[in-house]
């Protein structure tokens, strides 16, 4: 069934749209049908319907072909109403169904990081979050795995004046401690919050950054304690990376940048 649905038409023409998005200056019909690897005659076909729905033009001096601002403008429709939310929620919810546990979703903002989406899991013992909540940096998972790719300045101004709050036997009270746990964050590419913040809860984070390279959010997965056996929690930190992996992926190709209030 899959190979009846596959249109090998749509096909060449994302790859001539994709071969002029490379050549902002327009590219000549020889070039653009040796880049996608097509005879001349098609991909003229291409152009030419391309051409007569406005969505590429030719250069009359040089006869180069090029995208115009109608292309631009789809994308920029589509961005205009893209958030955060929107963009992971699939690949959150997809989590949650591969771990069968609750999925988390923090944003950074200038007072802090903030929960902006969950996905909870049908068990009835489970942590209960709400959206708004703060996440305190030195006791999350959320808030090491953001913070850990963070500049120190920045991480201060994120962080309570004096001693570090303790909301366990387990929390990080020490600046010192604290510098070197997101050093092993930043190492491994995720982080653990065990029982850090509530006993009997184990949280994995991994952090989220923009088409830029700015950590600007995070995602976690919160089991609690009795059924996170060695052998889950190495699948959770393992789902939780690619789960990241695919929505930093996401973000870049939509061009995504974290928004101002982040700075």
Same mark, same amino acid.
């Given at each position: 069934?899959?190979?009846?649905?596959?249109?090998?038409?749509?096909?060449?023409?994302?790859?001539?749209?994709?071969?002029?998005?490379?050549?902002?200056?327009?590219?000549?019909?020889?070039?653009?049908?040796?880049?996608?690897?097509?005879?001349?005659?098609?991909?003229? %076909?291409?152009?030419?319907?391309?051409?007569?729905?406005?969505? @590429?033009?030719?250069?009359?001096?040089?006869?180069?072909?090029?995208?115009?601002?109608?292309?631009?403008?789809?994308?920029?429709?589509?961005?205009?109403h893209l958030t955060l939310s929107k963009l992971a929620r699939s690949h959150l919810v997809n989590l949650r169904d591969q771990l069968q546990e609750s999925v988390w979703l923090?944003?950074? %903002?200038?007072?802090?990081?903030?929960?902006?989406? @969950?996905?909870?899991?049908?068990h009835p013992l489970k942590l209960a979050f709400d959206v708004g909540d703060l996440c305190p940096v030195h006791a999350t998972a959320l808030g090491k795995a953001i913070a850990?790719?963070?500049?120190?300045?920045?991480?201060?101004?994120?962080?309570?004046?004096?001693?570090?709050?303790?909301?366990?036997?387990?929390?990080?009270?020490?600046?010192?401690?604290?510098?070197?746990?997101?050093?092993?964050?930043?190492?491994?590419?995720?982080?653990?919050?065990?029982?850090?913040?509530?006993?009997?809860?184990?949280?994995?984070?991994?952090?989220?950054?923009?088409?830029?390279?700015?950590?600007?959010?995070?995602?976690?997965?919160?089991?609690?304690?009795?059924?996170?056996?060695?052998?889950?929690?190495?699948?959770?930190?393992?789902?939780?990376?690619?789960?990241?992996?695919?929505?930093?992926?996401?973000?870049?190709?939509?061009?995504?940048?974290?928004?101002?209030?982040?700075?």
């Amino acid at each position: 069934m899959p190979a009846r649905n596959h249109i090998d038409l749509t096909v060449k023409t994302m790859s001539v749209l994709e071969s002029l998005v490379e050549s902002p200056e327009g590219a000549s019909l020889k070039d653009i049908a040796a880049r996608v690897r097509l005879i001349k005659s098609s991909v003229f %076909r291409i152009l030419f319907t391309l051409k007569e729905l406005g969505y @590429v033009e030719q250069v009359s001096e040089s006869g180069r072909y090029r995208l115009t601002f109608k292309t631009a403008g789809l994308v920029r429709r589509s961005i205009e109403h893209l958030t955060l939310s929107k963009l992971a929620r699939s690949h959150l919810v997809n989590l949650r169904d591969q771990l069968q546990e609750s999925v988390w979703l923090a944003e950074r %903002r200038r007072h802090g990081i903030i929960l902006i989406d @969950v996905v909870e899991a049908s068990h009835p013992l489970k942590l209960a979050f709400d959206v708004g909540d703060l996440c305190p940096v030195h006791a999350t998972a959320l808030g090491k795995a953001i913070a850990a790719f963070l500049p120190q300045d920045r991480v201060d101004t994120l962080l309570p004046k004096g001693k570090l709050p303790k909301l366990t036997s387990r929390t990080l009270t020490s600046r010192a401690e604290l510098k070197a746990e997101l050093a092993r964050v930043r190492k491994h590419g995720y982080a653990i919050n065990a029982e850090e913040t509530i006993e009997g809860a184990i949280l994995v984070g991994a952090p989220l950054f923009d088409s830029q390279g700015k950590v600007f959010a995070g995602i976690s997965v919160s089991v609690p304690t009795a059924r996170c056996s060695p052998k889950k929690r190495r699948e959770i930190v393992e789902q939780v990376l690619a789960a990241s992996g695919l929505i930093i992926r996401d973000l870049r190709d939509a061009a995504f940048r974290a928004p101002e209030q982040t700075d």
